[in-house]
């Protein structure tokens, strides 16, 4: 599997310099989220398994969009970014 930074080298819109923390994947709150395809929530669920191996799941929570044709709502991103130091995405079929 490889991860990648879909950021990486892109120049900032603004001026604004945003301070990023590193990610505590042993303790700190992380999203898994489906884009609805089969699948997707069964490969997410195999990674919420796997992490259990390595620490607590308690704070791992699973969200999904509503369809695979539509981009995430508003409302989504606005509780995964308010709620959570990390988001994994899974794109199934």
Known sequence: MRIYNPTFGQSATTAEKVVLKPVNWQTDA???ISNSKPNARELLWGVRDKLSAHRQVENIKFLAKNSASQPAPKEL?????ANYRAALLALGD
Request: proline share 0%; aromatic share 0%; net charge negative.
């Open 30 to 32: 992380i999203a898994l």
């Open 77 to 81: 991103l606005q509780e995964v970014a």
